[in-house]
Nanobody
């Protein structure tokens, strides 16, 4: 599976962005799709994941109620809608795919996109 993430940019605090992750090679519905992020000087951390077979979703506590993960099977694309963004959300965001429901276990995501930078600043 090849993953291509896009949609990052500069946004003011309180604003919104939607990230996209388009997959090629395999159908995303066969995988658990996740989003991770890495802030400057920090380790990569889990953001959200979803399983398309039954719509199960999991979010980190830091983004719960502000971020929404969704998918479009027809376009083989996964989205991360980010609302009420905060400066601490500034990071490079990565999409990833896992062959099973692995929750937030980063090491079990086998396929990774290249990352897209989100900067939240006034």
């Amino acid at each position: 599976v090849q993953l291509q993430a896009c949609g990052g940019g500069l946004v003011q605090p309180g604003g919104s962005l939607r990230l996209s992750c388009t997959a090629s090679g395999r159908t995303v519905s066969n995988y658990a799709m996740g989003w991770f992020r890495q802030a400057p000087g920090k380790e990569r951390e889990f953001v959200a994941t979803a399983r398309w077979t039954d719509g199960l979703k999991l979010y980190s506590d830091s983004v719960k109620s502000r971020f929404t993960i969704s998918g479009d099977n027809a376009k083989n694309t996964v989205f991360l809608q980010m609302d009420n963004l905060k400066p601490e959300d500034t990071a490079v965001y990565y999409c990833a795919a896992a062959p099973g429901w692995v929750l937030d276990r980063m090491s079990e995501y086998k396929f990774w996109g290249q990352g897209t930078l989100v900067t939240v600043s006034s």
